[in-house]
């Protein structure tokens, strides 16, 4: 069974810039898109980006648009999210998971491994 581990998070000031990777262990990405999640404490699960298998399509969250940018290295089995601009409520666990398709993925049903998170805080 695939196992997906992010790394990457941690504190940074407003305005700062964070990037998130996701890698795979006893598995690929073969043929599947990617995306990233986010939770907030005491709010739900919240999409924020996806990239097909192929890495030439890609959809951001509306409101993370021109901040947040996925990508991902095929060769390097490898998934990334850079984040720009951050601000205090972009403070979430950030969550990688593997769609169950090729096509990029929206909704959190369509995915069927998840990673465990790695923690964004974004403070003065």
């Known amino acids: 069974q695939v196992q997906l581990v992010e790394s990457g998070g941690g504190l940074v000031q407003p305005g700062g810039s964070l990037r998130l990777s996701c890698a795979a262990s006893?598995?690929?990405?073969?043929?599947?898109?990617m995306g990233w999640f986010r939770q907030a404490p005491g709010k739900e699960r919240e999409f924020v980006a996806t990239?097909?298998?192929?890495?030439?399509?890609?959809s951001h969250a509306v409101s993370l648009k021109g901040r947040f940018t996925i990508s991902r290295d095929t060769a390097k089995n490898t998934v990334y999210l850079q984040m720009n601009g951050l601000k205090p409520e972009d403070t979430a666990v950030y969550y990688c998971?593997?769609?169950?398709?090729?096509?990029?993925?929206?909704?959190?049903?369509?995915?069927?491994?998840w990673g465990q998170g790695t923690q964004v805080t974004v403070s003065s």
């Open positions: 990239v097909s298998w192929t890495g030439d399509t890609t």
């Open positions: 998971a593997r769609a169950r398709g090729a096509v990029y993925a929206t909704e959190a049903p369509q995915y069927e491994n």
């Open positions: 006893g598995g690929t990405f073969s043929g599947r898109a």
